[in-house]
């Protein structure tokens, strides 16, 4: 029986995908390059980030530094004037300094096991990433995972359940009990 839920914060808990991708485009598109969409989904699906598109077109890393300050702009921007809010959630109290290495280790999830006192058995991971995935699975513990527009393309083999939306938790859950 599943009695603790580790849920992934941007993507599955606020919906930030979106204004991540935007904020990397509109700033590579200021240096003059234009982000492609389909790329950078395949991009992040295999772990690279915004950034791989622009590196094989040759921008050098000083370009690279300069459109990653503006893109963390643009981005903290849209976090504060964009609706990024998903129905359904409430607040989470687990946050990046709570651990010290980050997805895919599994490190992140190790951590909130201990927080709650809960066995690997117990608990559910929501994801939306490979990433994230690779990082549940890394620790032992069962994940669904949430498709969006941004990982539509990857069908997640390691994934114990394939949700479309949060809704799709209930049904995981009187599956497991």
Not at 86 to 91: A, E, F, L, R, T
Not at 144 to 164: G, K, L, M, W
Request: some cysteine; glycine content about 6%.
């Amino acid at each position: 029986m599943k009695k603790y839920i580790l849920f992934d914060h941007d993507g599955v808990l606020v919906d930030t995908e979106f204004w991540y991708f935007r904020s990397a485009e509109r700033a590579l598109m200021e240096a003059g390059f234009t982000l492609d969409k389909d790329q950078y989904l395949r991009d992040t699906a295999r772990g690279s980030g915004s950034w791989a598109q622009a590196k094989t077109a040759g921008m050098d890393d000083r370009t690279l530094s300069r459109v990653r300050e503006a893109r963390n702009g643009y981005y903290q921007e849209y976090l504060r004037t964009e609706a990024i809010e998903i129905d359904g959630v409430v607040d989470t109290h687990l946050v990046r300094e709570d651990y010290e290495l980050a997805k895919p280790h599994s490190e992140p999830y190790l951590a909130g096991l201990k927080r709650f006192g809960a066995d690997r058995e117990e608990t559910l991971v929501v994801e939306d990433s490979a990433r994230g995935l690779t990082s549940a699975v890394a620790a032992g513990i069962d994940c669904a995972v949430v498709h969006s527009e941004f990982t539509e393309a990857n069908d997640f083999p390691q994934a114990s359940h394939r949700i479309d939306s949060l809704s799709g938790l209930k049904d995981i859950l009187l599956e497991v009990s």
